[in-house]
């Protein structure tokens, strides 16, 4: 005879807590705007905005490939420096950590 599983003696699910991930987890969020004309010397047009702790900004194609590009070297950069000991807590090599935009290095 097959055994039977019951579904009432599930373990409780805690309730979700946004705050655990970041202070701004919670509010990043975004919002689609196809067709919009282009900002400045771009040629793209604007794809949506991303909302950042209630700061929008409007971001072409292009720009949103460098952001992920941008976020994905700082999560390498924080796993490099934790598994080398360089983490928070440790004082040596300052700005290791900085991932920096070649369009905003002065």
């Known amino acids: 005879m ?5 579904h009432n003696n ?15 987890w919670a509010s ?17 047009p604007v794809i949506g905005s991303l909302n950042i702790s ?9 720009e949103c490939n460098k952001l992920i590009e941008t976020l994905i070297d ?4 924080a796993r490099t420096s934790k598994r ?3 983490d928070r807590t440790s004082t ?7 991932v920096v935009s070649s369009m905003h290095k002065n």
Do not use: C, Y
Request: no cysteine; aromatic share 14%.
């Open 28 to 44: 990043i969020f975004w919002k689609g705007k196809p067709g919009l004309t282009p900002q400045g010397d771009a040629n793209q």
């Open 92 to 98: 040596a090599h300052v700005g290791f950590m900085e």
């Open 10 to 24: 599930r373990q409780e699910r805690t309730k979700f807590n946004p705050a655990k991930f970041g202070s701004t």
């Open 84 to 86: 080398l000991g360089m």
């Open 74 to 77: 700082a999560k390498e950069a």
């Open 54 to 62: 209630g700061k929008e900004f409007d971001l072409t194609f292009s």
């Open 2 to 6: 097959a055994k039977k599983f019951n």
